[in-house]
Structures are given as C-alpha cells and as structure tokens.
C-alpha cells in the first residue's frame, strides 16, 4: 500500500546533529517536502527535493534516494530551539496530492 | 507576502452536529487544502480544490464536505460531529512554482462533547 513513514521521537544533544528519516512507499513520484513543526504552531516548509543526494542549505541539508524511497533531513549544530516535530510530505506525480509522514518529535537537549 | 486566516480558532460542538470552518488565503493560490491533524497520526488530508468550485477527495472525505466559491476561500464541514473527538484541522495554500510549498494557518481545534 501507500505511505509514508516516520520515527516518532528522536533526542539529540545541543551542538550535535540530528538525522530524521522518512521512508515512503507511493504508486508515483513528483518530490519530497520537509516541514517544521513547533508545538501549537502551523507547519513551516523547510525544504524540496527531487533529485537524488544529499541537498545542503546550511543549518538543515537533505538526502533523497528515490530507488530506496529513503530521504533524511539532518540538522547540525543543534539549538535547543530546534526542539520540533519535523514533517516529511511526498508529492504525487501531478504534484498536486500531498501525503504526509506522521512526524518525528525532535527533543534537543543540554 | 501572503497570509491564510483560519476561523473559528477553537470550536466546541455537540455529538451529531454539523460544524464549518472557514479558510481564506490572499496569496492568490490556485490550490487549497483541508487536513486533519491528530495526535501520533501526522496530516491526513481531507479534501483539495485546484480551483475556484473545484472538489477532490483525499484520504479521510468520509464524514465531511468542502466548498469552494471562491478561490481565495475554502471551507470544511463535519457532517455529523463525533462525539468525544477532538483534532486540529490546517488548511494550507500550495504556491504555483517548483517547489510546491504549502503554507498553512494556524489551524481550528474542533473539540466534540
């Protein structure tokens, strides 16, 4: 079937890194979004990928491996404010269609 | 920039009760979803319009309709409210370009009785 899968919670040290996978399993492939999502808060879209590897934009970078349906955003250098839940969203091949992970609830920590 | 406006906030129904919840977006997005937000279970979307009177179902239609008039407007309706339920509903914008982000508002806390 359909899906898209996440880890529920991670926990990370303040200053090191982070790595929040998410696994998909879709009948089509039109990229992958990751969002942020702070408690009570609406989602934020961090970032977009299409294309195999690894995507760098500093503070967040992203990997996509699209024969694995395999992506990860890994966050370096972590603040306590990083503490969120981090959202993957698989597109369909229309792009229109969105389907979401459940979500991985970061907690960084001193 | 742009801004979604979700309403009401926070809506308290009683078991059998049709509620609505209203979306308007002044991005000028062509497309606007509705999804459910649970507690462990992520986003689960509801309906999405490509257009102004256009209607497609998502994952969990069942129980609820969707209305768009308008294109800066979509609105939810729970048919028959679930007693004891009670969710988060995020209506998002998606922007025309590559990306295909969405932008979401703050979302309406629908709590049944």
């Known amino acids: 079937g359909q899906g898209v899968e996440q880890p529920a919670k991670l926990m990370s040290v303040e200053g090191t890194f982070a790595r929040v996978n998410c696994t998909y399993s879709?009948?089509?492939?039109?990229?992958l979004s990751w969002y942020q999502q702070r408690e009570g808060q609406a989602p934020v879209f961090l970032s977009y990928?299409?294309?195999?590897g690894l995507k760098d934009s500093g503070h967040f970078s992203t990997f996509l491996s699209r024969s694995n349906g395999y992506s990860y955003l890994l966050l370096t250098e972590l603040q306590i404010k990083d503490s969120a839940s981090y959202l993957c969203?698989?597109?369909?091949?229309?792009?229109?269609?969105?389907?979401f992970g459940t979500g991985t609830k970061l907690q960084v920590v001193p | 920039g742009g801004i979604i406006t979700q309403t009401p906030k926070f809506l308290i129904g009683q078991e059998g009760q049709k509620l609505t919840l209203k979306c308007q977006q002044n991005?000028?997005?062509?497309?606007m979803y509705w999804y459910r937000q649970d507690s462990g279970k992520g986003l689960r979307l509801i309906y999405y319009?490509?257009?102004?009177?256009?209607?497609q179902k998502g994952d969990l239609s069942e129980g609820y309709d969707a209305s768009r008039e308008k294109k800066s407007s979509f609105s939810l309706t729970v048919t028959s409210a679930q007693k004891n339920e009670m969710a988060v509903f995020l209506c998002?914008?998606?922007?025309?370009?590559?990306?295909?982000?969405?932008?979401f508002g703050e979302g309406s806390k629908l709590t049944v009785l």
């Open positions: 998002a914008s998606r922007t025309g370009g590559g990306t295909g982000q969405l932008y």
């Open positions: 879709t009948s089509g492939f039109n990229g």
């Open positions: 990928v299409v294309l195999d």
């Open positions: 969203a698989v597109r369909d091949v229309s792009g229109t269609y969105q389907r």
């Open positions: 991005f000028n997005h062509d497309t």
């Open positions: 319009s490509i257009t102004e009177n256009d209607l």
